[in-house]
């Protein structure tokens, strides 16, 4: 089993989503430091990118403030190089093609090997082209994790069979952020899943609230979280860790 599916090993996963730089990679280090030390079972850092499709408006407006701030690619990676020293849980990096394909996609993922990332994560990247990055994700180690929507639907299998680390199960359609609820029959996305994989599955997309979390994961592996998360960042800057240790842990609890 690959450490990105080491991260269910011991009950229901708690996934929290940060944005690198936003506002400072100091910041997303205590961040870090806090969703760890309060029971995140594995971290998604998102490196950010001007044009993230998948991403509602917080998020973007965190992609944003973190390049006008100055952030890199190269930086990002210093960072992450520099938090592994103490961050023993699986961390896996979410960005979209454009960025792997304009650094080097084989220079990118030796360098995630190198720095300790775990796993990628690309929502722009089609099932059916990734073969553009899957061979060198195999040689470095890096699991290329892939994502079911709501309209995948008869690719749902084929994608399940050849799954690596986790699948990202999106819980609607459109993009991320908050939602009061969420109405997608995952039950029977899931079940299709799981007739064809054990792979891990956790639920993303929407989720915020401990009655949420705890709903999504009597029907998966584990709950991802971003927007509520980079919210925090938003509304309290360089404070925000403090609010987030506490977060992660009242979510990781509800599992």
Known sequence: MSKTGKAFENGKAFIPFITCGDPDLETTAAAVRAAAEN????????IPFSDPTAEGPVIQMANMRALNGGVTTDQIFCFVREIRREITIPMVFMTYANVVFSYGAERFIAACREIGIDGLILPDLPFEEKEEFLPLCRK??????????????NRIAMIAKEAEGFLYIVSSLGVTGVRREIKTDLSSIIKVVRE?????????????????????????????????????????????PKYIGPYVQSMKTAL
């Open 140 to 153: 470095y180690g890096v699991d290329l994790i892939s994502l079911i929507a709501p309209t995948s639907e």
């Open 39 to 46: 029971g995140a079972d594995l971290i998604e850092l998102g």
């Open 196 to 240: 064809h994989s054990d792979i891990p599955c956790a639920i993303g997309f929407g989720i915020s609230t401990p009655e949420q979390a705890k709903k999504m994961a009597d029907l998966s592996d584990g709950v991802i979280v971003g927007s509520a998360i980079v919210r925090l960042l938003e509304q309290y800057g360089k404070e925000a």
